[in-house]
């Protein structure tokens, strides 16, 4: 059985332009179909890392979304995915 998380990733690239090395946070959101109805939220964290960065550097990030993620709880509190967009 192959894991939903080896099926989804979500890359970004993360470039510091300033003189100074930092530490920044990635967020990921998804936004879910009927986003902002019916208490529907507008956008669901699905994951977050931190990572330094040296001053003028780039690196990237890799963030993986669950099965569970994609789904909304209905009013029985069963989880189901939904068509979206």
Do not use: C
Not at 21 to 41: S, T
């Amino acid at each position: 059985r192959v894991s939903w998380s080896a099926q989804v990733q979500y890359m970004v690239n993360v470039t510091n332009t300033g003189i100074r090395d930092a530490d920044d946070v990635v967020l990921g959101f998804l936004v879910p179909p009927g986003a902002g109805k019916n208490g529907i939220p507008l956008r669901v964290l699905f994951g977050f890392e931190r990572v330094h960065i040296k001053a003028g550097e780039m690196v990237s990030v890799s963030l993986y979304p669950a099965l569970t993620d994609f789904a909304q709880a209905g009013t029985d509190g069963k989880l189901a995915a939904h068509a979206g967009a």
